[in-house]
C-alpha cells in the first residue's frame, strides 16, 4: 500500500460521496459507513472490487479507473473521518452482547471481540476492520451473504468470516448487527466541578 494523504483523498473523495457521504457517514444504510476505518482496509477493499475478487457491480465500476495512489488516498482521507454510532435495538443488546463478547461455545462461534477488539476497532496489522458504529443493515447483509456462501476470495484470510458465519442463526445476525451499530467507546467522565457537592450535583439540586 502507497503512503496516502487525507488532503489528496478528499479532494478525490466526491464520487464516493452520493453512496458514502461526504465525510464517510453514508445516510442510506445498505451502503457502509467508511469515516474511522483503518486505511489498510479500504486500501484492501477497493484492490479487492478492482479486481473482480470482491463481487459487486458498482463498486467495480468505482474502482476500475483507480491507480494505487487513489485508492491509497482515498483510504487515508475517509479513515481521519469521525464515525457517527448508531442505536442498539434495546431488545437485541442481550444475544448481540453475549454473541460479540463471548460467541457461542455450542456451535462454535468465536466472540467477534477476539478480532475487532472490546470497542468494536479492530485490527490494523491483521486487517480486521473496524465494526464499531457500522449500519446494523449492512452488517446483517454482510453476514448473510458469508452464511450464504460468498466469500470476498479464496485465500485463509477470506475465509474467516464466511465460516463464522454459517454458524451463525438469522437471529444471531440480526442481534449483533444490532450491537455492533450501537457499539461505541465510552466517553470519560469529565472530573467533579470545584466546589460542588458531588451528590447534590447528581440529584440536580444544585444551583
Do not use: E
Amino acid at each position: 500500500m502507497p503512503a496516502g494523504t487525507a488532503a489528496a483523498g478528499k479532494a478525490k473523495s466526491a464520487i464516493c460521496a452520493a453512496c458514502h457521504g461526504m465525510d464517510g457517514n453514508s445516510t442510506d444504510p445498505q451502503y457502509p459507513k467508511l469515516a474511522s476505518q483503518q486505511a489498510s482496509y479500504i486500501y484492501r477493499q477497493l484492490v479487492l472490487f478492482k479486481s473482480g475478487v470482491r463481487k459487486n457491480p458498482i463498486m467495480l465500476g468505482m474502482a476500475m479507473p483507480l491507480s494505487n495512489q487513489d485508492m491509497a488516498d482515498l483510504a487515508a482521507y475517509f479513515s481521519a473521518q469521525k464515525i457517527m454510532t448508531g442505536v442498539a435495538d434495546p431488545k437485541q443488546v442481550a444475544m448481540g452482547q453475549a454473541l460479540y463478547r463471548g460467541g457461542d461455545r455450542a456451535t462454535g462461534v468465536p466472540a467477534c471481540m477476539a478480532c475487532h477488539g472490546p470497542d468494536g476497532l479492530g485490527n490494523p496489522g491483521a486487517v480486521y476492520p473496524h465494526l464499531a458504529g457500522q449500519h446494523a443493515q449492512y452488517v446483517n447483509a454482510v453476514l448473510t451473504a458469508w452464511h450464504g456462501g460468498d466469500a470476498w476470495g479464496t485465500s485463509t484470510h477470506a475465509l474467516i468470516m464466511p465460516t463464522i458465519a454459517k454458524r451463525l442463526t438469522s437471529a444471531q445476525i440480526a442481534a449483533v448487527a444490532s450491537y455492533i451499530a450501537g457499539l461505541h467507546t465510552a466517553a470519560p467522565i469529565a472530573p467533579n466541578p470545584s466546589g460542588v457537592n458531588a451528590a447534590a450535583f447528581a440529584q440536580g439540586t444544585t444551583p
